[in-house]
């Protein structure tokens, strides 16, 4: 019994041992550890293989030396100094409006009529002097017959001669008030009309029908702008204003007409900065040919003195995609590489600006478009 015991126990210990002896061989860190994962990089998607390379012809990006540029918003505006206001003198209603807000006016228009108890009572003072200045006429001519008999003395006369120069001064004054007004002393009458002073577009109304005028205390009925030549107002910030200066040159662009470039001449730069948005006004005086009109919003181009370098290469090398420029340039074993670039303006014979990402020498396909659709089929 006992023998049988040690023999179990023998069995039982051995049972034990075994496994720890097949732990102690997995506990391998090397053993243990997973076969290395392999590691591969994904393909370059700027990168594209084609098989006939010579398909897609080259072009060489060329030297393109300009001017610094800086490029500024801004709108239409009319020339103060061609601006006239039209006046009435004369208090009253308004009876007549023959012309109204964006009409074209020539010098002497009758613009609108106002009738007016001021213009009557002008009339009237001017009648009583010429009245008074007849008889003070007449009485000359008879003093100087009574001076000639000796009837009356010197002084008598000079009395006379005084009265009726007084009574000239009156008759002038008179109708000079009657000018002043707008009226004729041809034409009495209680209306008057107000014309046109200079030619131009009516850009400002402040009148209607049957509305009161009260002279120079009220509103100027019309404004009249000539817009043969405009000013053109832009905000330029104060970084920037060492760069713009009076007598140099600008182009200017209508988001309404972006085809047709204009010229303007820097006449004032403004000596007080917005403190908002810390700009300045910039005012660019051009010659309007009929197609700027007032409140237009423009873009306006400085040119600067400091040279810059850039390159130009044919429009078609450039692929617009995804808002951004792109050109293709041979990488060898038939490969081009995509690269992105920021273009620039257009140039003739259907040339265009690249303003950086591409060096003067480089080599690019001169269809980029082509090439893309190539890729993409």
Known sequence: MRCVDLAAMALVLAGILIPAGCG???????????????????????????????????????????????MATGSVNPDISRTVPVISLATGRVVEIRARLGDTVKKGQILLRVQSADLAGAFSDYRKAVVDEQLAHTQLERSKLLYDKGAISLNDLQVSQDTEDKAKVDVENTSEKLRVLGASIDHPAAIVDIAAPVSGVITDQQVTNAAGVQGLSSPNP????????????????????????????????????????????????????????????????????????????????????????????????????????????????????RIEVTGGDMLP?????????????????????????????
């Open 24 to 70: 102690e061989s997995k506990g391998d860190p090397k053993a243990e550890a997973p076969p290395q994962a392999k590691v591969e990089k994904e393909q370059d998607v700027n990168v594209v293989q084609v098989d006939r390379p010579e398909q897609f012809p080259l072009v060489t990006a060329a030297e393109y030396v300009t001017t610094s540029k800086l």
């Open 349 to 377: 014979n259907n040339m265009q600006v690249v303003l950086s990402g591409l060096q003067p020498g480089q080599q690019v396909v001169s269809n980029a478009l082509v090439l893309q659709n190539t890729v993409e089929q």
């Open 222 to 337: 019309f404004t009249i702008s000539d817009l043969s030549n405009v000013w053109i107002l832009c905000d330029v910030y104060e970084n920037d204003l060492p760069n713009i200066h009076v007598g140099d040159s600008a182009e200017i662009r209508l988001n309404a007409y972006p085809d047709k470039v204009f010229t303007g001449r820097i006449s004032n730069v403004g000596p007080v900065l917005d403190p908002t948005i810390r700009t300045a006004k910039v005012r660019i005086e051009v010659r309007n040919p009929g197609l700027l009109r007032v409140g237009m919003f423009v873009t306006a181009t400085f040119h600067g003195i400091k040279k810059e370098t850039h390159v130009s290469v044919p429009a078609s090398a450039i692929l617009h995609l995804h808002d951004r420029d792109w050109v293709y340039l041979p990488a060898g074993d038939k490969k081009f590489r």
